[in-house]
């Protein structure tokens, strides 16, 4: 997959935990195509992050927590990507049900392999596991779920586990810490690299020392 177009392949997002707010969002670019994941009452989805009235970009910054709304007009979007907030809809725009559903943002695709979002723009395609294979996803998915706490930055030392799969290269040290890096997926700016590092729910004493206050 790795020589598939990049609007083909799946790339590494963020964590669930970024996202398990109401509004929280995450957001990215492939190439040219501007894409977001947000939270909207409880459900978790992506779309082309730009306004289907007057193609603005919707949510400008890296990530943050707030309606998905566009700057441009004040249209806002449900969780099907249908604009239900519309300021003066009755003088200027007049839309019914059916003009909203034809303005519907376009959908991006969205996985999850354990704490870890994927996002790929082709709504179509082999799923996030075929991707990434069985074996590779079910050690992604146990590594992610071992790691629940995030704290404070280290630095991956010579005998660590790497792991490296599209933008995302993954360093475990076994029981202590685990270092997440999401590079930029092609065409995007540094500003959408990512680096996490995560702990065991309880680390030891002694590993504890060892990491910078």
């Given amino acids: 997959m790795q020589n598939a177009s990049p609007e083909s392949r799946w790339f590494h997002l963020c964590l669930a935990d970024d996202l398990a707010s109401p509004n929280a969002f995450v957001t990215t670019r492939v190439g040219a195509v501007p894409l977001v994941a947000q939270n909207i009452k409880g459900r978790v989805v992506a779309f ?41 809809n009755p003088t200027d725009f007049q839309l019914e049900a059916e003009g909203r559903r034809r303005l519907a943002l376009h959908p991006a695709a969205l996985a999850r392999c354990g704490r870890l979002v994927f ?68 065409g995007a700016g540094e500003r959408y690299s990512r680096t996490v590092t995560l702990y065991p729910a309880t680390a030891p004493a002694m590993i504890d020392a060892e990491m910078p206050a």
Wanted: net charge negative.
């Fill in 119 to 186: 996002v790929r723009v082709a709504t179509d395609g082999p799923s996030l596991e075929e991707e990434l294979g069985n074996d590779l996803f079910a050690r992604l998915a146990a590594l992610s779920d071992a790691f629940p706490r995030c704290g404070d930055a280290v630095e991956p030392e010579g005998d660590w586990e790497h792991i490296a799969v599209n933008n995302l290269h993954i360093a475990s040290a076994p029981g202590r810490a685990l270092v997440l890096h999401s590079a930029a997926p092609p």
């Fill in 48 to 88: 082309r992050n730009v306004c289907t009235h007057r193609f603005a970009v919707i949510h400008g910054e890296p990530a943050g927590c707030g309606p998905l709304r566009c700057p441009y007009h004040g249209w806002s979007f449900d969780a099907d990507g249908v604009p239900v907030g519309l300021p003066f």
